[in-house]
């Protein structure tokens, strides 16, 4: 059951198996096909606040990606091709052929290599807080380092990678909401929260998905972002001829400025 508000939204879990690993995810609404893919440390209910909204005219799948949410993992490497393709065995079960794809942070790269994949799928792509790019030299050494640290003290890699989302003054505004998301990101296994930051580490650069396809595209920024600088956002948005929306906030829209991202969500998904 999902909340916004004063208004109560009930949506069912769902299963699916993949090579042999169970898959989570919801299935709400009805209409053209939203998939939206959630970030690192979070899982299907960060769009808990999304879901209502964009329900009520159009069909939405949540899925929690490997190793986080319900979902379990597989290996120790948790690549985006992988979990591109879990996202697509889930659209293959429900025999979906097209969708709009929300990836918010690493579900952005998800997002990414399932495009190129499987390009005439998409309607539309949605950057939420993501890039394009690989990781530079800089931030791979922090991947490797932050997998090291893990080894010896998981709670403390994660709550520490966590709160460094958010700006001091969002820390203030936005505590209880942050708490909560806290609470979900402590839950992500070892497994989970390596596998992970390799996948992430090892991903290519897909400037080229953008490029070299004609649907449509568009980055959502947050202004004050600590992990993807906005003006790197704007840059990528001019080189692939997309969209750009930016918000007032940090790397976590759905938490920093909920209103203004739904309704540039709802727009966006209209036109596509």
Not at 35 to 57: A, C, Q, R, T
Request: aromatic share 6%; proline share 2%; net charge positive.
């Amino acid at each position: 059951m999902l909340r916004r508000k004063d208004t109560y939204f009930c949506t069912m879990e769902k299963w699916l198996l993949f090579k042999n690993t169970k898959i989570s995810y919801t299935d709400s609404g009805k209409g053209a096909v939203v998939v939206l893919l959630h970030g690192f440390l979070e899982n299907k209910y960060m769009w808990k606040d999304v879901i209502p909204v964009i329900s009520k005219n159009k069909r939405v799948l949540a899925i929690d990606l490997l190793g986080h949410g319900q979902s379990e993992c597989i290996g120790y490497i948790h690549s985006m091709e992988l979990m591109a393709e879990v996202v697509f065995a889930v659209l293959k079960s429900l025999r979906i052929r097209k969708i709009t794809l929300i990836g918010h942070s690493m579900g952005g790269y998800v997002s990414l290599a399932l495009s190129e994949k499987n390009p005439e799928m998409i309607r539309g792509l949605c950057l939420l807080n993501s890039t394009a790019t690989s990781d530079d030299t800089s931030r791979k050494r922090l991947r490797e380092r932050a997998n090291k640290l893990a080894q010896a003290n998981l709670s403390n890699i994660v709550r520490m990678s966590f709160i460094n989302l958010f700006s001091e003054k969002s820390k203030e505004i936005f505590n209880s909401e942050i708490e909560l998301a806290l609470i979900a990101a402590l839950q992500t296994s070892l497994q989970g929260y390596s596998a992970c930051q390799e996948g992430m580490r090892i991903r290519p650069s897909r400037l080229n998905v953008l490029k070299n396809n004609h649907f449509k595209k568009i980055f959502i920024l947050g202004e004050k972002d600590p992990v993807l600088p906005v003006k790197n956002g704007i840059n990528e948005a001019k080189e692939t001829e997309s969209e750009v929306v930016i918000l007032f906030g940090g790397h976590m829209s759905h938490i920093e400025n909920t209103d203004a991202l739904i309704a540039a969500l709802k727009k966006f998904i209209n036109q596509c």
